[in-house]
């Protein structure tokens, strides 16, 4: 399925944190605070995890000698196959957007339908992720995996009739693109069955984020050797073939597990269980602000990107660059989160996660001064590691949200984070009509550092042990309420 978004999804490794340290409507998972002064009298100390080591998920080799890092991620079985499932239906979903958008301009000519085929990969996430997310916790895993591939694969095969319409290609591509949040938010909570709730899960999630970004590399590129060979109908045929392997991949080589979710009465509609689920994530206060410290930074960064080629011609660079400056901030984001990944402890990644994120658009800054294509690269680069703190965040937001809403929660951060992506572009995109280009992608390093600013300010409040004893009686009997 597409996209593990940065970018930037059970088994309980704590007991459940006492409900005076939240405000929340439900009470929150003993989680990695934030750092600032000095442990609590119930927190045993700053980043004291008591989640597993490396090498000490649900299915990792046992003994003293066991791998570490990322080689223990890779020691679990059932994460090899996800991986490779990852990899195999991302490089499709690459060649297949780049092969759809030649098609649809080969059969109407019109740009504007060329370009709306790579926009309606992002809008309908939002769709998908509110109105679907009940689906990641009302069945089981692997079946939600399994299903959403083979859909996807039977609306690509459908795109390679010759007699489906512009418009069914269009509406096809939307029915991918609101399956693809249910996907991957079911497979980020699935992972912590996999991997656990420490550090394993976090370093697979890390994984599965490079290998996204290496898709944006490699993807497009082979994606052009394929259309000087084949059509762009055969081009998407490669996408069917990948959707299928990815089916197969998670069919055989994960394991079947219980659903998450479980009510007495059979629970509601599924849009019902979905819109629960999305109001109780977003209306505790924790959970939404880390879920806002993934989101915002993201609507900001992308302003560069959105506008490389307007600024390759402002600067007079070849098209050669134009790849360059599309390239940079990938490679940066793959670089640090590898570095981040390998080097730094739970506690040092945790540590970092406030500082970088407050300063990771200040790269964005140097576009101020319309730099060259080297400066304006190594500010792109410095502004793709600024991506390295979503490693430590990942661990916060696995264990501020409960088990039973993971999937809903995973879904719904998903689809936000596509969504506000999407914004970011076209907001780009319209400041671009009144202002030089560079001029907008500086001032979106100053507008998203002050609200990234003022945000974490807002998770330093929310973190564990901050919350007044009130406001943890008053998110108690919310939670009561909303049962």
Sequence with gaps: ????????????????????????????????PDPGPGPTPRDPGPLTPA????????????????????????????????????LLSLLGVVVSELALTVLVYDLTGSPLLSALTFALG????????????????????????????????????VMLVPATPVAGLLALRCLVAAIAPVFTGTRMAALTDILGEGDLYVLGRSLLRIVSQSAMLIGFGAGGVLLTVLSPRGAITVTVVTFLCSAALLRLGTRDRPARATTADGGGTLL???????????????????????????????????????????????????????????????????????ALSPRNRSRIVLPVAAL????????????????????????GAGAAYVIGLDQWFVDAVPQELRGRAMTLLTAGLM?????????????????????????????????????????????????????????????????
Aim: aromatic letters at 6%; hydrophobic letters at 50%; charged letters at 15%.
């Design 122 to 157: 992002l809008l309908p996430y939002i769709v998908g992720g509110t109105l679907f997310a009940g689906v990641a916790d009302r069945y089981p895993a692997r079946r939600v995996l399994v299903v959403c591939d083979l859909l996807c694969a039977a609306c690509v095969a």
């Design 51 to 86: 989640a597993p080591g490396p090498g000490s998920g649900p299915d990792a080799p046992a003994g003293a000698a066991a791998p570490r890092g990322y080689r223990a991620v890779f020691a679990v079985a059932e994460f090899r196959a996800v991986f490779a499932a990852h």
């Design 360 to 383: 990771g658009l200040l790269p964005l800054l140097v576009y101020a001064v319309r730099p060259g294509l080297p400066l304006a690269l190594a500010a792109l680069a410095l502004a």
């Design 272 to 342: 019902r269980e979905s819109l629960s689920g999305a109001r109780l994530v977003l209306g505790d206060r924790r959970v939404r602000a880390l879920m806002l410290l993934f989101w915002l930074p993201a609507m900001f960064v992308v302003a560069p990107e959105a506008l490389a080629a307007p600024y390759a011609d402002a600067i007079g660079a070849s098209p050669a660059a134009l790849g360059l400056l599309l390239c940079a901030m990938a490679v940066g984001h793959i670089g640090a989160e590898l570095f981040v990944g390998s």
């Design 419 to 483: 969504t506000v992506q999407g914004l970011g572009m076209a907001l780009a995109g319209l400041a671009a009509e009144f202002f030089p280009v560079h001029q907008v992608v500086a001032g979106s390093g100053i507008i998203g550092t002050v609200c990234t600013l003022l945000l974490v300010a807002e998770v330093r409040r929310t973190g564990p042990g901050r919350m007044s004893d009130t406001e943890g009686r008053d998110g108690a009997d919310r939670h009561v309420t909303s049962r």
């Design 1 to 32: 399925m597409p996209n593990d978004s940065p970018a930037p999804a059970d088994t309980p490794r704590t007991p459940p944190a006492p409900v005076a340290q939240v405000a929340a409507p439900f009470p929150e998972r003993a989680a990695f």
